[in-house]
């Protein structure tokens, strides 16, 4: 038999028949092209050569001795166990003894009986055959035992060879299943019992209250445990975990270290902030408002030995199930990168990873799960594989899976994106365990995905409160007979001779003492000892100071002439060149102008420069979706991009602009997320129409407008999106303004509305300016559409150079005469524009004077009210808008003009009327309204008009 030096035997001598063939084919393809072949039969080649004739002969010699339709036949059958094994697997707790349809793992479905496998040799199934095997019918059986347990596999979707080949390996050989030492099962035992243990004391002291039980799926906290232990010997320096409510208080007392202290005061309706550890061993967070206590997040630092450290990162969350998911990982990107120096951030994947806990029925059922799953292998938003764990109570709400998904598996949707997926019974702690090895495994070697379907049981209702018997009775007498997975265990270890009956008692017993101690050091805080007020901290309340932004000329005129370079060799769309060369004289002369889209690339540049790193995602956000932006550039005849943010020599920040998904709701949160765990970063979310915002309004409503009032987690988050009415229709007229207004409250965020690029300049430099800071606050913009090339939005250089952003701007053209102005307009955005233009050639309007209402919120009411003063017969003041009446900012405007309106002078609205549809769909219908507001507006009397139709006054 032919060895190498080392003595291994020639593995060609083990293939036969079509296998052979295959080698052989495989060979020819070798000489041709290395590789073109899998890489581990390049190596096989490199190291043996080609299959030798003589043992071709041998081979063939064998092969003609066999049936080849049974060889064939024994290989689909070894292939239907690999795929179909996991439908009679013993995976399902309360079911151990169910039938299942086994037709295609038995020998007749593929015409095989008992003795043709037992005649053939084990060798015919290749090198993959299971050590030991001696003939085909071992083999079958081998492989029966590996997929057809409390451990189940599905991977044959996953395509790519190197990988398929991995995970059958791994699974067949049962590298990732070693027997766990006595040591480690007494030590299993202690942290289930742990678990299972703090459930019962909560259940028994807090009668009645919510606490979303981890009963039935106890053995998720040791999967953690084992994660966060491999992960930390892999050289992981941050675990960032997200989940829902189910579990969490375990989670949070085991895997987080939050002192068992702080979660009883807790259930006394206020956190004692006196038991908070000094050391800060748990980060907790607290808003001014706060959250009920299974949405809280928290940190711990992990150590182990003197070299092994690591972070563990539970994210704070509303029960908006799974939407936390983006946000975990666009905090784990945010980890991942270094953002110091020009250029694009650099990812190391070893530094952070997620872990995301998923429910059974909400897996399948909301849609953000998959729009998150889409982002795993994209450029902009990869974290280099994200282990999913579905905590599977086999039951939503009240509600069965047969109601709740068309698939057999809470996680065939996984399927979709080639995630290898392992479904494992919550009542075999060893099998659990083994099957997160091979997870951690698998992400460590191929960066990818990968699903762990934890399949248990609920041993309550949904809350504590409900009783499940009601609709679930068959299912609940099973649980309510079935044995713990602890009690099983503790069983298993005393007939194994592990530890004796007394010793497991005497393990449950001290755990009981340690909670009991705990509970008796918790000092009851009375509601009314409680701060009823819940305001806002200062640094939050207070309003934002005055920020010179202003940029000195030498330092415009030389960012400006490197954002038009370009290398050597590089050629521009040649329409884009025309363009872009028009910005080379922007600071030579006093009639060139500075457009939307060369303020907002100045804005960038001089705040990379200054040292802040800016991350800009959208969808089309690299051209803009009005062919606006263009800070990538594409060589048409090559191919190649450029983006000049990326050159510039006196950047001392990263820069970072991805084209998204077709995605709101995950591609937002995942901005937050990464804004969160980078506070120093500018990231901006740009919408490719104000309204599709909308499609995250969840993000928006939960994490943006509130996540700091009530987590104390700040974000700098900026959204740009598109708004206003120039005849495009329903869905591409508003940024649903008024939601926004609505939501906004102590200072939560800002929200604008610009006339000016000089004015978009600035606000992007102050928003710069407090990133990182804890007056760091988010920023929505209603940003412009055809104002984007409109004249008069465009400025002259010195505008850049000084000055800072002002919340409100006076129309230069009219106002001269003070004593005249019986009219005061208050405008914002696109609608101002539009009444500039119609005064020109228009005659005098010394009756009217115009302020651009610039920021919406925090009010401006200082400089309103200051411009109010100087018009003493003053008669009026008008709130014109573009949006309905009962849309746009009127009603969040009206009581604050009000207030601040002098005796006698009237408040009245000019716009649309109220409308259930934010827009006409017919662009002449939108063409008068237009004409009709803007001549309403400018008119001094509105009387007459308010015959023609619509609501125009108060």
Known sequence: ????????????????????????????????????????????FERWGPPLEEERKETEAVASRLNMSKVVAAERLA?????????????????????????????????????????????????????????????????????????????????????????????????????????????????????????????????????????????????????????????????????????????????????YEIIFSEFHHAPNKELVPSEGSIGINYGWTGDVKYHLGGERNVDEGDSLHAKVTLANNPSHLEFVNPVVEGATRAAQETRQGAGHPEQDM???????????????????????????????????????????????????????????????????????????????????????????????????????????YRRFGHNEMDDPAATQHQLYNLIKKHPTVRTRFAQSLVSQGVLSSEEAKKVEESVQEKLKIAYKKTKRIEIGEMDEELLPPEVVASDWPQVETGVPAEILKKVNAELLNKPEGFTVYPKLERILSRRTDAFDTDEARIDWPHAESLAYATILVEGT?????????????????????????TGKSFCPMHHLPDAKA?????????????????????????????????????????AGQVIIDQFLAAGRAKWAQKSSLVLLLPHGYEGQGPEHSSARLERFLQLAAENNWTVANLSSAAQYFHLLRRQAAFVGKEEARPLVLMT????????????????????????VLESPTTGGTPDRVKRLVLCSGKVAIDLEEALDGAGQYD??????????????????????????????????????????????????????????????????????????GVPDVHRIEQERIVNEALNLRIEAATNSGGNRRD
């Open 79 to 259: 292939q239907n166990i690999r795929t179909y094994g996991h439908l009679a697997a013993r995976i399902n707790p309360l079911k151990p003894d169910e039938q299942v349809d086994t037709r295609l793992l038995q020998p007749e479905s593929v015409g095989l009986t008992e003795a043709d496998l037992k005649a053939l040799p084990a060798t015919v199934f290749g090198e993959d055959a299971p050590e030991g095997a001696r003939t085909g019918w071992d083999v079958i059986q081998r492989l029966k035992e590996s997929y057809t347990q409390s451990i189940a596999f599905q991977f044959v979707h996953v395509h790519n060879l190197e990988e398929r080949k991995w995970l059958e390996r791994m699974v067949e050989s049962h590298q990732f299943q070693k027997p766990l030492s006595d040591n480690k099962k007494k030590k299993l035992l202690e942290r289930l019992t742990e678990v299972e243990e703090f459930e019962r004391f909560l259940h028994k002291t807090f009668v009645g209250q919510k606490r979303f039980s981890i009963e039935g799926i106890d053995m998720m906290v040791p999967m953690l445990d084992e994660l966060i232990h491999c992960s930390v010997h892999g050289g992981i320096g941050h675990v960032l975990l997200g989940m829902a409510h189910r579990g969490r208080l375990n989670v949070l007392a085991h895997i987080l270290g939050k002192p």
């Open 350 to 456: 070893n530094k952070a990873f997620t872990v995301i806990i998923h429910g059974d029925a909400a897996f399948p059922g909301e849609g953000i799960v998959p729009e998150t799953m889409n982002l795993s292998r994209l450029p902009g938003y990869r974290t280099g594989g994200t282990i999913h764990l579905i905590a599977n109570n086999q039951l939503g709400f009240t509600t069965e899976s047969v109601d709740s998904r068309s698939t057999t598996y809470a996680s065939d949707m996984a399927r979709g994106f080639e995630v290898p997926i392992v479904h494992v019974n919550a009542d075999d702690p060893e099998a659990c365990l083994a099957a997160m090895r091979l997870a951690c495994d698998y992400r460590a070697r191929f960066h990818k995905d990968f699903l762990i379907d934890l399949i248990g």
């Open 784 to 807: 412009p559409k055809s104002l984007i090339r409109n004249k008069r939005v465009a400025v002259p250089g010195s505008q850049l150079q000084q000055g800072f952003f002002r919340r």
């Open 1 to 44: 038999m032919a060895t190498d030096g080392s003595g291994n035997s020639n593995p060609w001598q083990r293939f036969y028949g079509p296998n052979l063939g295959y080698i052989q084919e495989q060979y020819e393809v070798y000489s041709q092209n290395p590789e073109a072949v899998d890489p581990d039969i390049r190596h096989l």
């Open 613 to 637: 790193p800016i991350r800009l995602t959208g969808q089309d956000s690299q051209r803009g979706t009005f062919a606006h932006r263009h800070l990538v550039l594409h060589d048409p005849e």
């Open 847 to 920: 009756h009217l004077h115009i302020l651009r209402v610039e920021q919406l919120y925090p009010f401006p009411g200082e400089e309103i009210a200051e411009a109010i003063r100087r018009f003493g017969n003053l008669e009026e003041i008008i709130w014109v808008q573009e949006e309905p009446k009962n849309m746009g900012a009127w009603q969040y405007m009206e009581p604050r003009v009000r207030a601040l309106a002098p005796i006698g002078v009237s408040v009245k609205y000019v716009g649309r009327r109220e409308r259930s549809s934010t827009a006409e």
């Open 654 to 694: 990263t820069f970072a602009i991805h084209n998204s998904p077709l995605s709101e709701a995950a591609v937002l949160g995942f901005e937050y997320g990464y804004n969160v765990a980078a506070p120093e970063t500018m990231v901006l979310w740009e919408a490719q129409f104000g309204d599709f915002a909308n």
